[in-house]
């Protein structure tokens, strides 16, 4: 039986740490899933790790779906999180359903969308109408020409508080999950206390009740600079599928992420 919203809510009700690695094909999907990751997120990021590109801008629908029914036929147990691409999301709440009910069915279990309160609207018309949606708030890649690079967002109390509401609203108008990119750890801490809906944190502490890394990144693929909260996890393994079990041993115990990954 697959892993539901229902059952992940419960974990994070029961203080039970959530495990996420993005996947984007059907082999890595068996092998995480054997693993005991709880969540694969099609990320957009398949952009930079698959498609070679500096952005995800470029990113399609079609893109998505086909990688989605990729990790779907490889997966039975995992919850599927797939991100809408950008400019799949920003039109209209209609036009948002149409492209999420594509990635539904390709296999998704909910749907990730990038942005603040400016996204309410969208995720309550999705939700009502059976569409589950994470919300994505701090650093958000789509955005990295407005926020002018990769950088830790909500480091000043007015910026904080921007983003504290921001989950709030969000949380109000029937967001399932909250991920949070780049954001210093004590802010992620209370956000993830204020709100009931489970955490998912990447660069935002050991508080929230989910960690999520990018699969490339976390076997030591990666080209250029190293961002502060990755963790190398074959550094130590002997194999793929060890670094993917101490991930989640590591996620599960609480040891990832330790206070070098956080901001
Ligand atoms: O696309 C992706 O991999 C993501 C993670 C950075 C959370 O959204």
Redesign the pocket.
């Given at each position: 039986m697959r892993t539901t919203k229902r059952s992940l809510q419960k974990m994070r009700d029961n203080e039970e740490k959530i495990s996420v690695l993005?996947c984007y094909d059907a082999s890595f999907a068996v092998l995480l899933e054997n693993s005991g990751i709880d969540i694969l997120?099609v990320?957009?990021?398949?952009g930079n790790v698959l498609q070679g590109e500096d952005t995800?801008l470029s990113v399609t629908l079609d893109d998505m779906a086909y990688h989605t029914r990729c990790v779907t036929r490889g997966s039975s147990k995992a919850f599927i999180m797939v991100?809408m691409p950008f400019g799949t999301s920003q039109i209209s709440p209609e036009n948002t359903f149409e492209n999420a009910a594509e990635l539904m069915a390709a296999g998704a279990s909910m749907v990730?969308i990038e942005g603040g309160r400016i996204m309410a609207e969208t995720i309550r018309f999705l939700t009502q109408r059976g569409i589950p949606v994470c919300a994505?708030i701090g650093l958000m890649?789509q955005s990295v020409h407005q926020l002018g690079g990769y950088k830790v967002q909500g480091k000043t109390h007015y910026l904080a508080k921007q983003l504290l509401d921001d989950a709030v609203i969000l949380e109000k108008a029937g967001a399932g999950m909250l991920?949070m990119?780049a954001v210093p750890a004590t802010l992620a801490k209370k956000i993830t206390k204020t709100l009931v809906i489970p955490t998912?944190g990447?660069g935002a502490g050991a508080d929230c009740s989910a960690q999520?890394l990018?699969l490339y990144d976390m076997l030591g693929i990666y080209s250029g600079k190293k961002s502060m909260f990755i963790k190398n996890f074959m550094v130590g393994a002997a194999s793929v599928n060890e670094a993917i079990e101490n991930y989640v041993k590591e996620v599960k115990s609480g040891k990832f992420p330790g206070l070098e990954h956080i901001f």
């Amino acid at each position: 039986m697959r892993t539901t919203k229902r059952s992940l809510q419960k974990m994070r009700d029961n203080e039970e740490k959530i495990s996420v690695l993005t996947c984007y094909d059907a082999s890595f999907a068996v092998l995480l899933e054997n693993s005991g990751i709880d969540i694969l997120l099609v990320g957009d990021s398949l952009g930079n790790v698959l498609q070679g590109e500096d952005t995800t801008l470029s990113v399609t629908l079609d893109d998505m779906a086909y990688h989605t029914r990729c990790v779907t036929r490889g997966s039975s147990k995992a919850f599927i999180m797939v991100d809408m691409p950008f400019g799949t999301s920003q039109i209209s709440p209609e036009n948002t359903f149409e492209n999420a009910a594509e990635l539904m069915a390709a296999g998704a279990s909910m749907v990730k969308i990038e942005g603040g309160r400016i996204m309410a609207e969208t995720i309550r018309f999705l939700t009502q109408r059976g569409i589950p949606v994470c919300a994505h708030i701090g650093l958000m890649p789509q955005s990295v020409h407005q926020l002018g690079g990769y950088k830790v967002q909500g480091k000043t109390h007015y910026l904080a508080k921007q983003l504290l509401d921001d989950a709030v609203i969000l949380e109000k108008a029937g967001a399932g999950m909250l991920l949070m990119e780049a954001v210093p750890a004590t802010l992620a801490k209370k956000i993830t206390k204020t709100l009931v809906i489970p955490t998912i944190g990447i660069g935002a502490g050991a508080d929230c009740s989910a960690q999520v890394l990018v699969l490339y990144d976390m076997l030591g693929i990666y080209s250029g600079k190293k961002s502060m909260f990755i963790k190398n996890f074959m550094v130590g393994a002997a194999s793929v599928n060890e670094a993917i079990e101490n991930y989640v041993k590591e996620v599960k115990s609480g040891k990832f992420p330790g206070l070098e990954h956080i901001f």
